[in-house]
């Protein structure tokens, strides 16, 4: 079974500067998750999609973060303009359904803001 | 103020060592997840504890919930170098249930 697939693996910007981030979740889950992993520290959920629709963006900073799940397969992250504190490690996770269903995360994109 | 505390915060041993990890709170939890995160790569569930009190073994690696179940603990036998990375503890919460991860565990093992 193939696994969650992001893209790309590193990229540098400058702040203001906008970026996206791709996320391929494993074939039949139909629940994607968005993580921030700031350096040493626990991934923080941003946003979690349940088949193309939006179940909990509490936690994303809707103001220079979006996201979007448009046919409930892939996923992407765009974040317009940067800021410096943006710099982390994106991760994204795909669970079979909602609930305590295990994720299975991918190997994230890591972002430097110049 | 977080949820999970984990401590220590960071742990350098040499191979062969022994250690324990702490995952602490003070809510209670239906149920409790420990994460090992490799450098460069997302975190993979290890084992997930239910029962309070339970002990369960992955090979080298001892995980134990609380009684209450509002900690739990990761016990390394004989560390190896292959058991470098960052130890998470996760549960799940909030309104829509999602999973919380701890502050994490740095553990290098030198050879």
């Known amino acids: 079974e193939a696994g969650v697939a992001q893209s790309p693996r590193y990229k540098i910007i400058e702040k203001r500067q906008s970026v996206a981030f791709w996320c391929n979740p494993i074939?039949?889950?139909?629940?994607l998750y968005w993580y921030q992993q700031i350096l040493g520290q626990g991934p923080k959920l941003l946003i979690q999609?349940?088949?193309?629709?939006?179940?909990?963006d509490s936690q994303l900073p809707k103001d220079r973060f979006s996201a979007e799940r448009l046919k409930g397969v892939d996923s992407t992250l765009k974040i317009q303009p940067a800021k410096l504190e943006d710099s982390a490690v994106y991760l994204c996770?795909?669970?079979?359904?909602?609930?305590?269903?295990?994720?299975?995360f991918g190997d994230g994109t890591r972002l430097s803001i110049l | 103020t977080q949820l999970l505390e984990q401590s220590p915060q960071f742990l350098s041993i040499q191979e062969g060592e022994n250690l324990t990890v702490y995952c602490n709170s003070s809510?209670?939890?239906?149920?409790l997840q420990w994460y090992r995160q490799e450098p460069g790569e997302g975190p993979v569930l290890l084992v997930t504890?239910?029962?309070?009190?339970e002990v369960k073994k992955l090979k080298r690696l001892t995980f134990q919930f609380g009684d209450a179940r509002k900690d739990s603990s990761l016990h390394i036998t004989a560390a190896q170098p292959g058991d470098t990375g960052l130890y998470l503890c996760?549960?799940?919460?909030?309104?829509?249930?999602?999973?919380?991860f701890g502050t994490g565990t740095l553990l290098a093992v030198q050879p």
């Open positions: 996770a795909s669970s079979l359904g909602m609930g305590n269903q295990p994720q299975h």
């Open positions: 074939s039949g889950h139909a629940t």
């Open positions: 999609f349940q088949n193309n629709g939006v179940v909990d």
């Open positions: 809510s209670v939890f239906s149920s």
């Open positions: 504890v239910v029962t309070g009190g």
């Open positions: 996760a549960v799940f919460g909030g309104a829509t249930n999602k999973l919380i």
